[in-house]
C-alpha cells in the first residue's frame, strides 16, 4: 500500500503494528480521499496554505503522462500518500507512536476486536483527529514507571542524559546551542522535557542507525527548546514543546545553520509538514511545476538532478 510506504517505518518497527494500521489510519487515509473526490478528484489546494494564491496539487495521477491503468492508478496513490504524510505527518507519527506502544505492551484494546478482528478503539474513529486524540488518551494513561527501549522491555525513566547520551554540535549565537542525541536513554530525557513522543521508545530503533540523527535546540541554561529528526540531509520533523511549531525565533536561529549544511524540508518542518519519500515528493513537485508535465525529457532531466 502506498500510504504504508510512504510512513518509511523500519520492518521491526511496522511488522508488529502493520494489522493495526489498515483499520486506524489506514481506512481514514483512503475515507479522506474519498471525500476529496466528490469534490475534485482531479486537483486539490495546499489546505494549509491560506494565501491569496494558495498552491495547488494534481492528484489524479496525471494521465497526461501516459502508461496503463495500472501505471496511472500507482502513480495517483504514491502522489496521495506523500501528500498526505507531508501534511499530516505529525499527526500520523503520534499516533504511530501509540500504536507501537500499545502492541509492545499488550494494551488491552488491542484484543477488544469485533467480528471481523478489527480492535473496536480504532474502528469507532472516523478521521484522524480522532485517532489523535485516542492516541493522547493513551498515552496519558501510560505509566510514568517505565518506557521502552529499543527491546521493548520497560526501564526506568530518564531523569537526564549524561554526557555519554548527548554532544554539542554547534554554537548558535545568543549562548544557544545545537545538541545531538545519541542514545534511547536522551531521547527519553528529551521527550520527558519536551512532552512529546520522542521518548515513548519507538524512535529507539532509529537513534542507532547512522542514516538518522536526532537535534535539540538548548537555550542558555541547556533547556531544550526544539528537537528534530533528519534522515540524511532532510529535516523529518522540528518541533517544540508539545509538538507545536518551534517558535518563529527558534526557527530564525538556526536558520543560518540549516542553510549552512544544505538541509532540506527545514522552513517546511516547521510549520508541522513532513517528509517521507523526499525524491519523489521534489520529482513529483518539479513534474507539476515549471513546464515539465509534458515530455520525458523534462523527467530525465529531474531525476538526474535528484540523483546528483
Not at 554539542?168 to 545531538?180: Q, W
Request: one cysteine or more.
Amino acid at each position: 500500500m502506498a500510504f504504508v510506504r510512504e510512513l518509511d517505518i523500519p520492518d521491526r518497527q511496522l511488522l508488529p503494528v502493520r494489522s493495526l494500521i489498515g483499520p486506524g489510519l489506514g481506512r481514514v487515509f483512503v475515507k479522506s480521499w474519498i471525500e476529496q473526490d466528490k469534490i475534485d478528484p482531479e486537483i486539490m489546494r495546499d489546505p494549509f496554505d491560506r494565501s491569496d494564491d494558495p498552491r495547488w496539487y494534481q492528484i489524479d495521477g496525471w494521465p497526461i503522462r501516459g502508461g496503463s491503468k495500472e501505471e496511472i492508478l500507482r502513480r495517483k496513490w504514491e502522489r496521495r500518500a506523500g501528500l498526505y504524510v507531508r501534511w499530516h505527518g505529525i499527526e500520523i507519527w503520534h499516533v504511530l507512536d501509540w500504536l507501537i506502544y500499545s502492541q509492545a505492551t499488550n494494551a488491552p484494546w488491542t484484543a477488544n476486536v469485533d467480528e471481523r478482528g478489527e480492535p473496536k478503539k480504532l474502528m469507532k474513529c472516523g478521521s484522524l483527529d480522532a485517532l489523535v486524540h485516542e492516541a493522547d488518551k493513551g498515552f496519558r494513561l501510560r505509566p510514568r514507571s517505565g518506557h521502552l527501549n529499543g527491546d521493548d522491555v520497560k526501564i526506568p525513566v530518564a531523569a537526564g542524559a549524561s554526557s555519554d547520551d548527548e554532544t554539542e554540535i554547534a554554537d548558535l549565537g545568543v549562548d544557544h546551542t545545537l545538541v545531538e542525541l545519541l542514545t534511547p536513554r536522551a531521547l527519553r530525557a528529551e521527550g520527558g522535557r519536551m512532552r512529546h513522543c520522542i521518548g515513548h521508545g519507538s524512535y529507539d530503533d532509529r537513534v542507532r542507525d547512522p542514516e538518522y540523527r536526532y537535534l535539540s535546540v538548548r537555550d542558555p541554561n541547556g533547556v531544550p527548546l526544539a528537537t528534530l529528526e533528519l534522515k540524511g540531509r532532510v529535516v523529518r520533523q522540528f518541533r517544540g514543546p508539545v509538538n507545536d511549531d518551534p517558535l518563529p525565533a527558534v526557527t530564525d536561529l538556526l536558520s543560518r545553520y540549516a542553510a549552512e549544511n544544505g538541509w532540506q524540508g527545514y522552513e517546511d518542518a516547521a510549520i508541522g509538514r513532513y517528509v517521507g519519500n523526499v525524491q519523489r515528493v521534489l520529482f513529483d513537485d518539479l513534474l507539476a511545476g515549471g513546464g515539465l508535465d509534458g515530455g520525458d525529457g523534462g523527467r530525465h532531466e529531474v531525476l538526474r538532478i535528484l540523483e546528483g
